[in-house]
């Protein structure tokens, strides 16, 4: 896949992340078989659920396994987020063995793939994915950071 198909990728992870609950951190996740076809997108929902884990590439990983027709497996499946992942989300990608993971925006605090960690490409593993993270990684830092921006001044101009 070249950088052109990866940006396509990515795309649709920020058109998920457009659409995440009101006061939840915007990061979008969609997950892809290995033909291209989209088999799932979540947006991080945690505030919305209450729930710890409901971090986009979870909630895009558990649907994308429903319809896709091998269990839990999603081998040769590529799972495009704006954010590099958390430990979890990494965890939960080597276990869901995607065959690649592609990222927008670094998340050096605590990123997973390369920044504070590198969960899936520890040679100790048996299944690695492959990894390429800053993809349009501007327009997905850009998105957090109007996110952010606007909660800490909701009203800007008054
Ligand atoms: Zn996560």
């Known amino acids: 896949m070249g950088l052109r198909d990866d940006e396509k ?5 920020l058109e998920a992340a457009a659409a995440a609950p009101v006061g939840d951190v915007p990061v979008g996740a969609a997950v892809f078989a290995a ?8 947006a991080n929902s945690r505030e919305a659920t209450g729930d710890p884990t409901a971090h986009a590439e979870v909630l895009a990983l ?11 497996r999603l081998e040769g499946a590529t799972l495009a987020v704006t954010l590099e992942p958390c430990t ?4 939960a990608a080597v276990l869901a063995r995607v065959e690649r993971i592609v990222f927008g ?19 100790r593993l048996t299944h690695r994915p492959q990894v390429r993270g800053g993809v349009l990684a501007a327009e997905c830092a850009g998105v957090l950071e109007e996110f952010f921006r606007a909660q800490r ?5 008054l």
């Open 9 to 13: 990728l990515i795309r649709v992870a």
């Open 105 to 123: 925006a670094w998340e050096p605090k605590t990123g997973a793939v390369g920044s504070l960690w590198d969960v899936v490409r520890d040679r």
């Open 35 to 42: 033909d291209g076809t989209e088999l799932a997108r979540a």
């Open 62 to 72: 558990r649907a994308a396994a429903r319809v896709y027709g091998d269990g839990w």
């Open 153 to 157: 001044d909701p009203h800007p101009g």
């Open 88 to 91: 979890m989300c990494a965890g």
